[in-house]
């Protein structure tokens, strides 16, 4: 089956913990994307990247922090300096430039404590 | 960034009916995606039109784009209980390396 898994489905933080959430594609995409989405919201990009070993901050970056040592793994963690981290975050790969069409995961919901 | 605005924001109707949703945008646009989001679920993609197209097909859906107008349309015809979810406009912007989504439309179709 090819797809994109995040994990875990939910996640149960306390306040000053850092956590990170994990995404895999087995597409062979060379793009990938972090978003956050809170309540009854759009989708705010967090990070992207490209090609592997390069990533790029999005719109909502401050208090995240990304690595893409490989091109089927994109994980994001929220540290403690993310004030309101309490939301559900979607992962998504695409073959290569941004504008074409994205493949999501089914999300993470974390919560903090 | 420039997310495109979806209309109505909310739409329920009953099974059967047409279901018609809006996205307008500032900039100029490659291309404009629309994707459905079950409730807790992640998005999946519906269709794709190009800045050259002026309407799409797949299915029970229609896409129209009017650039001049900077606005697209996602029609859904003939619907079903199983359309109930949030429908999202995505822009490409020209000169982007993303999508912007917008605040999507949450459909409730009535069996």
């Known amino acids: 089956d090819g797809g994109i898994t995040q994990s875990p489905k939910y996640l149960f933080r306390k306040e000053g913990q850092n956590v990170t959430l994990s995404c895999e594609q087995n597409?062979?995409?060379?793009?990938m994307y972090w978003y956050r989405q809170d309540p009854g919201q759009g989708l705010r990009l967090i990070y992207y990247?490209?090609?592997?070993?390069?990533?790029q901050k999005g719109d909502i970056a401050e208090g995240y922090s990304v690595s893409r040592e490989k091109k089927e793994s994109f994980p994001l963690t929220v540290t403690s300096a993310q004030k309101n981290p309490t939301a559900f975050y979607l992962c998504?790969?695409?073959?290569?430039?941004?504008?074409?069409?994205?493949?999501f995961g089914p999300g993470t919901r974390l919560t903090v404590l | 960034s420039q997310q495109g605005e979806e209309d109505p924001q909310a739409l329920s109707i009953q099974e059967g009916e047409n279901a018609t949703m809006n996205c307008s945008y500032k900039?100029?646009?490659?291309?404009l995606q629309w994707y459905r989001q079950n409730s807790g679920r992640g998005l999946v993609h519906l269709i794709l039109i190009r800045s050259n197209e002026r309407e799409k097909h797949s299915g029970r859906l229609r896409v129209t784009l009017d650039t001049s107008k900077k606005s697209s349309s996602l029609l859904i015809t003939a619907s079903r209980a199983a359309d109930t979810a949030s429908y999202f406009c995505?822009?490409?912007?020209?000169?982007?390396?993303?999508?912007?989504f917008g605040t999507g439309t949450r459909l409730t179709v009535i069996p």
């Open positions: 597409l062979n995409h060379d793009a």
């Open positions: 900039t100029s646009i490659n291309n």
């Open positions: 998504a790969s695409s073959t290569g430039l941004g504008t074409d069409t994205q493949y």
């Open positions: 995505a822009t490409a912007e020209t000169g982007a390396n993303n999508l912007f």
């Open positions: 990247s490209q090609i592997v070993n390069d990533f």
